[in-house]
């Protein structure tokens, strides 16, 4: 069925940028779009539903492409800790940190952390989003990491949401394999991706490069028993020193190395040759208090593209709005308002493969767009988190959020 949406100003963010149309009008066939420009240029035709957008800004629904949003548990406590002087190794030593969420996540059911997850899933899709990437990691064991995935697909299929699933078996060790890092690789790469993906549960592989995780050739070994199995890689890398794990990626066609504070110069040349999109956290780099800013210079003058996410996550970045992120990259990173907007849109589609379909507003792509009653695309970025008035379209239909 065909859709006129009209009195409307659009952002298109094709091309990765704003790309303005003024007076504009969208038309809808099904979940697709159908044609798109200005208001005085619309196919005649017999709209069997006409919606007026009351002059609102229309930008593509908001891709989170980088997630955590299933765990158990929450780090609140610890946080509160650190705040009263408990260092971060002692809270450690206690058995907190990633650790603590590990048990959470396996003493969890999977009704609770369909129930837990569902609600920060919530907060983020009140915020304009349509897309989101929703990671595993915090099971570390063949049905931990199962269920977790089992929840992200639950998810895209209960709310109006399509999620794409992250297998991030290596984010860090499991006590079982204490001291024996190489044999939980081995164990990942011919036991728990062969079967999780059997299942159709993974629609890309990460890992997390880092000198307290995993190294980079042992990233390689995961990394080669993805592509085995046909799928793309992803890797956290940079985050907290260099180790060269973006190159590393770029050499494995990654869609995205993800943080990338201390990544370097030959990093983004490497990256902006293989296409794989550069995924900032400004919601960790906030909540961490890092202080190296990822090379943005760099970044920019090679044309890597840049994408924006929220890393939700309970221990470093417990962050439930995407806008919220778009106004950090620019307080925090110096990105500009149509850079921040481009990277939570077309370039995190590519961050996840989907660019083809999403991302952005153009002929024959799906309709998931929002409208937005603010007075410029720039307010998207400007206001610190809230809700902004907005109706969301996904798959060319209204939803309730
Ligand atoms: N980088 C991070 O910031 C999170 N994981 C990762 O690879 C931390 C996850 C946690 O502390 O629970
Ligand atoms: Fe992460």
Same mark, same amino acid.
């Given at each position: 069925?065909?859709?006129?949406?009209?009195?409307?100003?659009?952002?298109?963010?094709?091309?990765?940028?704003?790309?303005?149309?003024?007076?504009?009008?969208?038309?809808?066939?099904?979940?697709? =779009?159908?044609?798109?420009?200005?208001?005085?240029?619309?196919?005649?035709?017999?709209?069997?539903?006409?919606?007026?957008?009351?002059?609102?800004?229309?930008?593509?629904?908001?891709?989170?492409?980088?997630?955590?949003?299933?765990?158990?548990?929450?780090?609140?406590?610890?946080?509160?800790?650190?705040?009263?002087?408990?260092?971060?190794?002692?809270?450690?030593?206690?058995?907190?940190?990633?650790?603590?969420?590990?048990?959470?996540?396996?003493?969890?059911?999977?009704?609770?952390?369909?129930?837990?997850?569902?609600?920060?899933?919530?907060?983020?899709?009140?915020?304009?989003?349509?897309?989101?990437?929703?990671?595993?990691?915090?099971?570390?064991?063949?049905?931990?990491?199962?269920?977790? $995935?089992?929840?992200?697909?639950?998810?895209?299929?209960?709310?109006?949401?399509?999620?794409?699933?992250?297998?991030?078996?290596? /984010?860090?060790?499991?006590?079982?394999?204490?001291?024996?890092?190489?044999?939980?690789?081995?164990?990942?790469?011919?036991?728990?991706?062969?079967?999780?993906?059997?299942?159709?549960?993974?629609?890309?592989?990460?890992?997390?490069?880092?000198? $307290?995780?995993?190294?980079?050739?042992?990233?390689?070994?995961?990394?080669?028993?993805?592509?085995?199995?046909?799928?793309?890689?992803?890797?956290?890398?940079?985050?907290?020193?260099?180790? /060269?794990?973006?190159?590393?990626?770029?050499?494995?066609?990654?869609?995205?190395?993800? /943080?990338?504070?201390?990544?370097?110069?030959?990093?983004? =040349?490497?990256?902006?040759?293989?296409?794989?999109?550069?995924?900032?956290?400004?919601?960790?780099?906030?909540?961490?208090?890092?202080?190296?800013?990822?090379?943005?210079?760099?970044?920019?003058?090679?044309?890597?593209?840049?994408?924006?996410?929220?890393? $939700?996550?309970?221990?470093?970045?417990?962050?439930?709005?995407?806008?919220?992120?778009?106004?950090?990259?620019?307080?925090?990173?110096?990105?500009?308002?149509?850079?921040?907007?481009?990277?939570?849109?077309?370039?995190?589609?590519?961050?996840?493969?989907?660019?083809?379909?999403?991302?952005?507003?153009?002929?024959?792509?799906?309709?998931?767009?929002?409208?937005?009653? =603010?007075?410029?695309?720039?307010?998207?970025?400007?206001?610190?988190?809230?809700?902004?008035?907005?109706?969301?379209?996904?798959?060319?239909?209204?939803?309730?959020?």
């Amino acid at each position: 069925m065909k859709t006129l949406w009209q009195h409307c100003h659009v952002a298109s963010m094709a091309q990765g940028t704003y790309s303005i149309i003024e007076d504009a009008a969208i038309v809808t066939s099904g979940a697709h =779009i159908e044609w798109i420009g200005p208001r005085s240029q619309v196919p005649s035709d017999d709209y069997p539903e006409v919606h007026d957008l009351a002059g609102a800004w229309v930008t593509p629904g908001l891709i989170d492409c980088h997630t955590h949003t299933v765990f158990g548990g929450n780090r609140s406590g610890e946080f509160e800790q650190r705040l009263q002087g408990v260092s971060y190794a002692e809270i450690a030593a206690a058995g907190g940190g990633i650790a603590s969420t590990v048990r959470a996540t396996r003493a969890a059911t999977e009704d609770e952390l369909f129930a837990s997850a569902a609600k920060r899933l919530k907060s983020l899709l009140r915020d304009g989003v349509t897309s989101i990437e929703i990671k595993s990691g915090y099971g570390l064991d063949l049905a931990s990491e199962r269920k977790m $995935l089992r929840v992200a697909r639950r998810l895209g299929e209960a709310f109006a949401v399509s999620v794409r699933t992250t297998c991030l078996a290596a /984010h860090a060790l499991p006590p079982e394999y204490a001291d024996r890092s190489d044999d939980y690789i081995e164990h990942i790469c011919s036991e728990m991706l062969p079967a999780l993906a059997a299942e159709g549960l993974v629609d890309a592989v990460d890992a997390f490069c880092e000198y $307290l995780a995993f190294s980079p050739a042992q990233v390689e070994r995961v990394f080669i028993a993805a592509q085995k199995l046909g799928l793309p890689v992803k890797l956290h890398a940079e985050q907290l020193s260099s180790l /060269h794990g973006s190159s590393l990626a770029a050499r494995y066609q990654a869609l995205s190395a993800d /943080h990338l504070e201390f990544m370097t110069e030959d990093d983004a =040349i490497a990256m902006a040759a293989a296409g794989t999109v550069a995924v900032l956290l400004p919601g960790a780099f906030y909540f961490l208090r890092e202080t190296q800013l990822p090379p943005m210079d760099a970044l920019r003058k090679h044309g890597v593209r840049i994408a924006i996410a929220s890393d $939700l996550n309970p221990g470093t970045s417990p962050a439930l709005s995407v806008r919220l992120m778009l106004n950090m990259a620019c307080t925090c990173l110096r990105m500009t308002p149509e850079e921040a907007l481009a990277g939570a849109t077309i370039h995190a589609a590519s961050a996840l493969g989907m660019a083809d379909t999403h991302g952005s507003l153009e002929v024959g792509k799906v309709a998931d767009f929002v409208a937005w009653q =603010i007075d410029r695309p720039a307010d998207l970025a400007y206001w610190l988190g809230g809700e902004l008035e907005k109706r969301v379209v996904r798959h060319g239909v209204e939803v309730e959020i």
